[in-house]
Each structure stands twice: as structure tokens, then as C-alpha cells.
């Protein structure tokens, strides 16, 4: 059943009951997309759908890293051709050992787990948000070595253009750094996994309030996806979200996928979503955004922003106490605190986020084929310029003031 030699007699029956629970799939599945259909039957309604193997079929990592099984449609993985990148120091969480909210989490070389997995040890390690294409780029090579991104994917506003045959300087292209990352490059949000039969990843929901879509090389995946008004059965006494639904009776009523070998998943934006290996999966995954996400990048933005203010209250009080309640400058102050710690909290403050903003107006990631209509990226530009001009911050934060004008510039320059 498993492509993973080295797994107990109860691993196979847990794996065994994963899959015969598995129920028909609900969500359309798709061979081509074009980016059309994408847009008004995806990206707008926030809906996910699968893409075929055709969509991978090409990929040099489905020629690379698999080796077939006869008469079976998922691989074995050709961890000798992970061997070419052995030297990258990658993040490997330990599935088998929760802490607090998260896994046990080291950054060691990725020679020294292959060996592990060789040997028919580290059965809970799983590599997580190892920056690969970073790293591919940094070596001055290109991505194709991997990976090719769909054609509808490519209107990508967190990640650096896809370019197949340009090479980039990466250092400079990604500003923002996740705060749960913890790999040597941090500066980009494509992400490859690799990790046995059972490792997993617990229910969250991504960074920045970001689209992702996910595609397995290797092996085949389940996944739990939760639209935002089916949270509640996964909430725990005190209103918490579980870690793993598994504990739940009828995994709290998720919409629950298998991804077969090949296939890329889109996971909408805001959604929660668990994920739990069944085979030795090799899987490759982007967070993104684009315009049609924007106003919900935005609001998530604003969420992190008062959570931030609740959890530092008294360092307002310290503020006024010593700059007094007249005047503005304690706010000015205030407001300068809150941004340093949402930077180092959620990512990225206003400057960072308008800063993103400008630089895809700027220079637009993917073709006008491949993005919304002009008309329609504008007005979601303009719905949240309009809304951040009434905020505080904007009167405070003299240096978001220029970012913002240049991107009301732009756009006021593509409608005319
Ligand atoms: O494949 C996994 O283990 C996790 C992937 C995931 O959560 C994502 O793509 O957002």
C-alpha cells in the first residue's frame, strides 16, 4: 500500500483506515484551467479544485525524483537524486514531538536526514518549508530543474516572477520574512516537503491570510480543508482550534480530499486545512496572493494588529505616562511600536505590505492574460487605499505616504 518500507504494522492500519475513510472527492478536477475559469470560479469565490498529473507531467521533478512501481500510480522517491542538494540546511520538524503548538523543530543538513531515512530511521522527521528554488537560485541556476509553474499560478505577488529561463537574484526579491521559518533563506514563500508515510502537518491556516496551492511529486497526501464557516467543531473547551482533527469525531466535519501522485491542490485563502502524508511524499508548494485576495490580506493584516496592541496595552500606558495624553506625540510613538512588532510577529507591517503592493503594480508578475482585468485590480487597490487612508496609521506613518502615492500614480496611469 505504501511506497515506505520501514513503517510498523499499526502505522499500516492508520494508514489503512485513512484511506478507506476516504470519501468521493467533492471538488472539481481539472486537467487545464484556464486562467479565465480560475478567476471567476476560484480566486474571486475563494473556492479550491485539483489539477490533474497532466499539469506535473512535465516537471523534471516527476522524472527525477520518482522511481516507478509497476502497475502502481504512486512512486517510490529517488532520494539518491536529493543527494545533489544534501548541503542545504533545512528545517525538519519531528512529527512524533508536539510542542506546545507546533512540532520539535531542528535545522540540520539534508545529507544527514537522507541518511536517516536510508538506514530505515527518522520515521517522524518530516522536512518542512525548505526554500529549495531559493537555494537553486542562489546557486545561480533556475528553477526548471524542478518544477514549472501552471500557467493560471503564475499572478503570484508574494513570490518572485516565474521565469523559466532568466536568472534571478533572489536575496533582493523577497522582503518579508515568515516568523515561523526558520530555514537559512527565508526570503521567498515556495516551499518544498519530503517526509515518510504518517508525518503531517496540524490544522492552520497560512501565512498572511495567503492562497497556496501544493502539488505532489511523490506519493499521495489527505487532506482536511475547513471554509471559515465550519470552524466550530474543531474548536476546543476554551475555543482553541485543535491540533490534529484526526481527534475528532468525524474529523469535525471537514471536507476531506486525497491528492493522488501528480496533483497540484489549491487551498483558498483564510481556509484551515490539515494534511497528513500516506506514502513518502516529495510535495512542492507556493503561498501567494493576488489582487482578488487583497482586501483579505489587508483585513488580516488589521487582525494581527490588534492582537499585537492587546498583548503590548501596558507599553501604551508607559507611553502616555511619560509623553503625556496631549499633543500626538505618545501616539506617534505608540503607532511605531506596534509596526516593529508586527514585523517581527506576523511578517510585515503597513510598510511592508504597501511596499509589496507598489513593486506588483510596478511590475506586474504574470501577463495581463494572466491577471485580472486592469479595471478590476484597480477598484480592489482602491477599496483598500480608501479604507487605510481612514486609519490612524496613516497619518502617523510619514513613509507610507510616497508608497502609497506611487501606486495610486500607477494605477491612475494604466486606466487612462
Ligand atoms: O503538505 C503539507 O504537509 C502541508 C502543506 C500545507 O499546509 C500548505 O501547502 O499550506
Redesign the pocket.
Known amino acids: 500500500m505504501s511506497n515506505w518500507p520501514t513503517i510498523s504494522v499499526e502505522q499500516q492500519q492508520e494508514l489503512g483506515r485513512l484511506i478507506a475513510g476516504n470519501p468521493p472527492r467533492e471538488i472539481p478536477i481539472y486537467d487545464e484551467l484556464s486562467y479565465q475559469d480560475f478567476l471567476y470560479n476560484h480566486l474571486i469565490p475563494n473556492q479550491p479544485f485539483i489539477l490533474s498529473p497532466v499539469s506535473t507531467s512535465t516537471w523534471s521533478a516527476s522524472s527525477n525524483f520518482r522511481i516507478p512501481i509497476p502497475s502502481s500510480t504512486v512512486s517510490t522517491p529517488n532520494l539518491a537524486a536529493l543527494r545533489r542538494y544534501a548541503h542545504h540546511v533545512v528545517p525538519v520538524a519531528n512529527t512524533l514531538q508536539q510542542q506546545f503548538s507546533e512540532f520539535e523543530r531542528i535545522e540540520r543538513p539534508l545529507g544527514e536526514v537522507l541518511d536517516l531515512w536510508e538506514r530505515g530511521e527518522g520515521n517522524g522527521l ?1 522536512v ?1 518549508d525548505w526554500h529549495l528554488m531559493a537555494e537553486i537560485e542562489r546557486d545561480g541556476r533556475g528553477v526548471e530543474e524542478v518544477y514549472e509553474v501552471p500557467e493560471c499560478l503564475r499572478d503570484d505577488w508574494l513570490n518572485p516572477p516565474y521565469t523559466p529561463d532568466s536568472r534571478l537574484p533572489t536575496s533582493d526579491e523577497g522582503k518579508f520574512y515568515a516568523s515561523t521559518s526558520t530555514s537559512t533563506s527565508t526570503s521567498d514563500f515556495r516551499f518544498t ?1 519530503l517526509g515518510p508515510p504518517l508525518t ?2 496540524p490544522l ?1 491556516r ?1 501565512v498572511y491570510g495567503s492562497y ?1 496551492w ?1 502539488a505532489n511529486v511523490v506519493g499521495r ?1 489527505v487532506w482536511w480543508l475547513f471554509p471559515p464557516d465550519r470552524l466550530d467543531r474543531v474548536k476546543d473547551k476554551n475555543g482553541d482550534l485543535v491540533f490534529d482533527v484526526r481527534e475528532i469525531e468525524g474529523e469535525g466535519g471537514a471536507i476531506e480530499i486525497l491528492q493522488q501522485e501528480g496533483e497540484i491542490i489549491f ?1 483558498p485563502s483564510g481556509w484551515h ?1 490539515q ?1 497528513v ?1 500516506l506514502d513518502f ?1 516529495i ?1 512542492i ?1 507556493h ?1 501567494f496572493f493576488s489582487s482578488p485576495s487583497l482586501t483579505r490580506i489587508y483585513d488580516t493584516l488589521c487582525t494581527a494588529q490588534e492582537r499585537v496592541e492587546e498583548a503590548i496595552s501596558d507599553v501604551k500606558d508607559m507611553i502616555i505616562d511619560r509623553l503625556g495624553s496631549g499633543g500626538d506625540a505618545w501616539e506617534k510613538e505608540w503607532i511605531e511600536e506596534v509596526q516593529g512588532l508586527l514585523e517581527r510577529d506576523a511578517g510585515w507591517g503597513w510598510k511592508g505590505f504597501w511596499e509589496t503592493v507598489r513593486k506588483k503594480v510596478e511590475m506586474p508578475p504574470a501577463k495581463d492574460s494572466l491577471s485580472p482585468p486592469v479595471e478590476m485590480r484597480n477598484k480592489w487597490m482602491n477599496d483598500i487605499i480608501g479604507k487605510y487612508k481612514m486609519r490612524r496609521e496613516w497619518m502617523y506613518l510619514e513613509e507610507v505616504h510616497q508608497i502609497v502615492a506611487d501606486i495610486e500614480i500607477s494605477i491612475t496611469s494604466q486606466n487612462t
Open positions: 518530516y518542512k516537503y503531517y502537518t492552520h497560512d497556496s501544493s497526501k487551498v486545512h494534511v502524508n511524499c510535495s508548494n503561498n
